[in-house]
């Protein structure tokens, strides 16, 4: 089961996170603690690339390659401290996990990002699972379309 690690305090998050380094037999850098307290300071999804350049521009001093950023959004990603969103041949984008449920709406054009919650969608969910025979634990909505600032360059 998924652990729930909505609205953790940055402390508790960094604290997950080393206990993660070193049950991976990995060593905690600067480097990877100013990759998770960027991403924390920073709640808008990120893609590797973006991010590497927010980590440099706050920590012009720390020696950081993209690589490490990479390799840290995985180790992450792999134990539930971020998500991500496939954008196809954009990539993914990353977000930190410690924010409330939420849902997404993604522009197929630009790659925009909106976050929304509706109750309405979530009691469907859960009855729909319930009809079905199924107790749900999880669940992840993205929707596609095209955004509005897409919409009118067309």
Do not use: W
Request: hydrophobic share 35%; aromatic share 8%.
């Amino acid at each position: 089961m998924k652990k729930n690690f909505e609205e953790m305090s940055y402390d508790e998050l960094l604290a997950e996170f080393k206990n993660i380094i070193k049950a991976n037999k990995l060593k905690f850098t600067s480097q990877r603690e100013a990759i998770l307290q960027t991403l924390y300071d920073n709640p808008q999804h990120f893609t590797s690339e973006n991010l590497y350049l927010l980590v440099k521009q706050k920590h012009p001093d720390l020696n950081i390659g993209i690589a490490t950023v990479y390799r840290t959004l995985a180790l992450l990603e792999e134990n539930g401290l971020v998500s991500s969103i496939s954008l196809g041949i954009q990539g993914k984008k990353f977000e930190i996990a410690n924010k409330p449920h939420h849902d997404h709406l993604i522009c197929e054009k630009c790659g925009k990002i909106v976050e929304f919650e509706n109750e309405m969608i979530e009691k469907l969910q859960h009855a729909i699972a319930k009809e079905n025979g199924f107790e749900l634990t999880d669940h992840l909505m993205q929707l596609y379309g095209i955004c509005s600032e897409c919409q009118s360059i067309n």
